[in-house]
Nanobody, 123 residues
Framework: VQLQASGGGLVQPGGSLRLSCVTS????????MGWFRQAPGKEREFVAS????????EYADSVTGRFTISRDNAKNTVFLQMNSLKPEDTAVYYC?????????????????WGQGTQVTVSS
Protein backbone atom coordinates (compact mmCIF):
# COMPACT_ATOMS: atom_id res chain seq x y z
CA VAL A 1 0.00 0.00 0.00
CA GLN A 2 1.32 3.43 -0.95
CA LEU A 3 0.12 6.81 0.22
CA GLN A 4 1.08 9.94 -1.68
CA ALA A 5 0.63 13.28 0.08
CA SER A 6 0.75 16.60 -1.75
CA GLY A 7 -0.26 20.22 -1.45
CA GLY A 8 2.33 21.53 0.97
CA GLY A 9 4.26 24.72 0.44
CA LEU A 10 5.18 28.13 1.77
CA VAL A 11 2.33 30.37 2.91
CA GLN A 12 2.06 33.59 4.88
CA PRO A 13 0.46 33.66 8.32
CA GLY A 14 -3.31 33.78 7.96
CA GLY A 15 -3.18 31.97 4.64
CA SER A 16 -4.62 28.64 3.56
CA LEU A 17 -3.43 25.38 2.08
CA ARG A 18 -5.21 22.20 1.08
CA LEU A 19 -3.37 18.93 1.50
CA SER A 20 -4.35 15.79 -0.40
CA CYS A 21 -3.39 12.18 0.11
CA VAL A 22 -4.11 9.42 -2.38
CA THR A 23 -3.82 5.78 -1.38
CA SER A 24 -3.38 2.68 -3.47
CA UNK A 25 -5.37 0.56 -1.02
CA UNK A 26 -8.38 -0.91 -2.79
CA UNK A 27 -10.33 -1.14 0.47
CA UNK A 28 -9.67 2.52 1.33
CA UNK A 29 -13.35 3.17 2.00
CA UNK A 30 -13.36 0.68 4.90
CA UNK A 31 -10.71 2.38 7.02
CA UNK A 32 -10.22 5.55 9.00
CA MET A 33 -7.68 8.10 7.81
CA GLY A 34 -5.55 10.54 9.75
CA TRP A 35 -3.22 13.47 9.41
CA PHE A 36 -0.23 13.94 11.68
CA ARG A 37 2.60 16.45 11.68
CA GLN A 38 6.16 16.67 12.89
CA ALA A 39 8.07 19.88 13.47
CA PRO A 40 11.87 19.95 13.68
CA GLY A 41 13.06 18.60 17.01
CA LYS A 42 9.58 17.52 18.06
CA GLU A 43 7.66 14.28 18.12
CA ARG A 44 5.07 13.45 15.52
CA GLU A 45 1.65 14.62 16.71
CA PHE A 46 -1.97 14.02 15.84
CA VAL A 47 -3.75 16.66 13.76
CA ALA A 48 -7.04 15.21 12.52
CA SER A 49 -8.78 11.94 11.70
CA UNK A 50 -11.89 10.81 9.91
CA UNK A 51 -13.98 7.65 10.04
CA UNK A 52 -14.58 5.43 7.03
CA UNK A 53 -17.97 7.04 6.39
CA UNK A 54 -16.64 10.56 6.69
CA UNK A 55 -19.31 11.37 9.27
CA UNK A 56 -17.08 11.26 12.33
CA UNK A 57 -14.03 13.45 12.68
CA GLU A 58 -11.58 14.35 15.41
CA TYR A 59 -9.19 17.27 15.72
CA ALA A 60 -6.31 18.32 17.89
CA ASP A 61 -7.20 21.27 20.07
CA SER A 62 -4.55 23.38 18.36
CA VAL A 63 -6.26 23.14 14.96
CA THR A 64 -9.95 22.94 15.88
CA GLY A 65 -11.92 25.58 14.02
CA ARG A 66 -9.13 26.18 11.51
CA PHE A 67 -8.55 22.78 9.86
CA THR A 68 -11.08 20.51 8.20
CA ILE A 69 -10.52 16.87 7.26
CA SER A 70 -12.62 15.24 4.55
CA ARG A 71 -12.49 12.27 2.22
CA ASP A 72 -13.63 11.15 -1.21
CA ASN A 73 -13.94 7.38 -1.11
CA ALA A 74 -14.58 7.18 -4.84
CA LYS A 75 -11.14 8.69 -5.43
CA ASN A 76 -9.26 7.01 -2.56
CA THR A 77 -8.34 10.46 -1.31
CA VAL A 78 -8.31 12.27 2.00
CA PHE A 79 -7.98 16.04 2.31
CA LEU A 80 -6.89 18.50 4.97
CA GLN A 81 -8.10 22.06 4.45
CA MET A 82 -5.96 24.37 6.55
CA ASN A 83 -7.11 27.94 7.11
CA SER A 84 -5.81 30.78 9.29
CA LEU A 85 -2.38 29.20 9.30
CA LYS A 86 0.08 30.17 12.00
CA PRO A 87 3.88 29.90 12.14
CA GLU A 88 3.48 27.13 14.72
CA ASP A 89 1.71 25.03 12.09
CA THR A 90 5.04 24.69 10.27
CA ALA A 91 5.88 20.98 10.03
CA VAL A 92 6.02 17.99 7.76
CA TYR A 93 2.48 16.68 7.42
CA TYR A 94 1.86 12.94 7.10
CA CYS A 95 -1.27 11.09 6.09
CA UNK A 96 -1.98 7.63 7.46
CA UNK A 97 -4.45 4.79 7.07
CA UNK A 98 -5.91 3.21 10.15
CA UNK A 99 -6.21 -0.39 11.22
CA UNK A 100 -9.96 0.10 11.77
CA UNK A 101 -12.91 2.03 10.43
CA UNK A 102 -12.99 4.48 13.32
CA UNK A 103 -10.75 7.51 13.87
CA UNK A 104 -8.06 7.62 16.51
CA UNK A 105 -5.36 9.93 17.80
CA UNK A 106 -2.56 7.49 18.44
CA UNK A 107 0.25 6.78 16.03
CA UNK A 108 -0.10 3.08 16.79
CA UNK A 109 -3.67 3.12 15.47
CA UNK A 110 -2.44 3.62 11.92
CA UNK A 111 -1.01 0.94 9.67
CA UNK A 112 0.23 2.73 6.57
CA TRP A 113 1.97 6.10 6.27
CA GLY A 114 2.69 8.51 3.46
CA GLN A 115 6.03 10.18 2.85
CA GLY A 116 5.04 13.59 4.17
CA THR A 117 4.65 17.04 2.67
CA GLN A 118 6.31 20.17 4.03
CA VAL A 119 4.16 23.07 5.21
CA THR A 120 5.96 26.30 6.07
CA VAL A 121 4.10 29.28 7.47
CA SER A 122 6.25 32.37 7.39
CA SER A 123 6.17 35.99 6.34
Amino acid sequence: VQLQASGGGLVQPGGSLRLSCVTSRRTFAQFAMGWFRQAPGKEREFVASIAWTGQTTEYADSVTGRFTISRDNAKNTVFLQMNSLKPEDTAVYYCAEGYSAFPGRGLNEYEYWGQGTQVTVSS
